[in-house]
């Protein structure tokens, strides 16, 4: 007997001293970011990026906080922060001992040649017990009531790491649901902004519409005088047939965007509340030079650092899982094998049994946990290093991207009116005698594919603000 605990004693100490050896790979370092971004100076306080501050129509304010309640997506996220709150409170209850009630009964009818028919015979006949001590054995009883217990001691921290990851996977799942919505208000916002620029597309093309008609009864009106002839007249109709199959396709455009919205905001399709254009005046507020430590802000980077803390603890909790368990398993009950003597003082029994439990056979199949949980550590190294390169490239992206637009918006409506007055002195110089009707109808689609342009630079600049705002970290203040 002596020889066999040497034995579990020599085989537990070799267990214990081979997972020493399983230590956690080392990690991939992260490129620091610049401290500022590039060839921007000067600063701005996060605490002012609200989106309300920025964007102030309360139409797409209004309409974007109805939307978030409604979100299919984000209900979706709200039910997984549930699942993690859960999961955290199940690691955490694993520190605790499992209590169960048990009510328990058995009958056995043993055999004249068994240890238990024999010794209960035996026990029967001895003068040292009384009445109420003595078994039954046709068939011999036994009824348990009270309480076991199961307690697994943390002696290795393998719980503790396991509880921590817990911790940092509810709260990756919370940065996930703040970027869901950073993402949702950004994409309503870009939605809303691109109806307002069809709106816009819609007026340009009916004014246009109704200037090319009346360029129609010009000409029609100058071939009965002899001074056209019907080529001129089928340009000219011609001309008035694209621009207004140009305006069904805008028509389309919207009933498309808009429905797209509601879809988005849990809604069937319906009109949806706006103003009908675009703002006059560019509202641009954060494109100044911002440092690099916003980047914290955004949600998507957030959520990766605490990934990363997750698979970490994952790994020391599976290198954890290699050493020996200690397991406690108290009890204390009423014990008897009559049911009448079940609640007497003399039956209340109460005991505590433990054991080291030392996984030998396991081996490969925790080698093969160890090495998954390392390999996904390093992913979520790379995951992080990854959304600090788009973060920062988007950044940089977008606020070039305010500069430049604000700078063709500038140039292009120039253009528009420089086409205007184009415009009307090929009409003049055409009833006058001094140009052809191709060069007012050129002057005219001109004039149309320039307003179209200049509407479509003033709402990239209100998307690209957008965009910078999310890049930034967004939200919904």
Not at 224 to 235: D, I, K, M, S, Y
Request: aromatic share 8%.
């Amino acid at each position: 007997m002596k020889n066999i605990f040497s034995y579990i004693i020599i085989v537990s100490v070799g267990a214990m001293a081979g997972c020493k050896v399983m230590q956690p790979a080392p990690l991939p370092a992260v490129k620091p970011m610049p401290q500022q971004f590039a060839e921007k100076a000067g600063e701005t306080d996060s605490a002012n990026l609200v989106f309300k501050n920025i964007f102030s129509d309360v139409r797409l304010n209004n309409f974007i906080a109805t939307a978030l309640k409604d979100n299919t997506d984000l209900n979706i996220a709200l039910q997984r922060i549930e699942m993690a709150h859960a999961r955290l409170a199940q690691r955490k209850g694993a520190f605790l001992p499992s209590v169960n009630g048990v009510v328990s009964g058995a009958a056995d009818k043993y055999g004249d040649y068994t240890l238990n028919g024999v010794g209960n015979f035996d026990t029967n006949l001895s003068p040292n017990i009384n009445k109420d001590q003595k078994i039954p054995v046709s068939p011999t009883t036994d009824l348990f009531v009270g309480l076991t217990s199961t307690w697994e001691i943390d002696l290795w921290g393998k719980l503790r790491h396991l509880k921590k990851a817990a911790q940092a996977e509810l709260l990756a799942t919370e940065k996930g649901k703040q970027l869901l919505i950073t993402s949702l208000v950004a994409t309503l916002a870009e939605g809303y902004y691109t109806l307002l620029g069809l709106d816009a597309e819609l007026k340009i093309v009916r004014k246009n519409i109704e200037l090319q008609k009346q360029a129609v009864e010009i000409v029609e009106a100058q071939k009965v005088g002899g001074r056209a002839n019907e080529l001129a007249v089928q340009q000219f109709r011609a001309q008035l047939l694209n621009t207004r199959g140009i305006e069904f396709r805008i028509m389309q455009q919207r009933v498309q965007v808009e429905n797209e919205l509601n879809a988005i905001a849990g809604s069937y399709p319906k009109h949806i509340d706006r103003d009908t254009s675009l703002p006059e005046s560019v509202a641009v507020a954060i494109e100044a030079g911002l440092p690099a430590s916003l980047l914290s802000a955004r949600p998507d980077v957030q959520q990766a650092e605490y990934e990363l803390q997750m698979m970490k603890e994952n790994v020391q909790a599976a290198r954890a899982a290699f050493l020996p368990s200690l397991t406690l398993n108290p009890y204390v009950a009423f014990n008897a094998f009559t049911p009448s003597l079940l609640f007497k003082d003399g039956s209340l029994a109460y005991g505590v049994a433990g054991g080291l439990t030392a996984p030998l056979f396991q081996q490969r199949q925790l080698k093969a946990q160890f090495v998954m949980a390392n390999a996904a550590s390093k992913e979520s190294v790379y995951n992080y290093q990854q959304k600090l390169l788009n973060a920062y490239s988007e950044v940089v992206t977008n606020m070039n991207a305010v500069d430049n637009y604000k700078q063709a918006h500038a140039l292009k409506l120039q253009e528009v009116q420089e086409l205007y007055a184009a415009v009307t002195s090929a009409r003049e110089l055409y009833l006058t005698g001094y140009a052809t009707y191709l060069e007012v109808i050129t002057a005219q689609k001109n004039v149309l594919e320039a307003e179209l342009a200049l509407n479509e630079q003033k709402k990239n600049i209100y998307i690209s603000l957008i965009q910078l705002y999310r890049s930034l970290g967004g939200g919904w203040q």
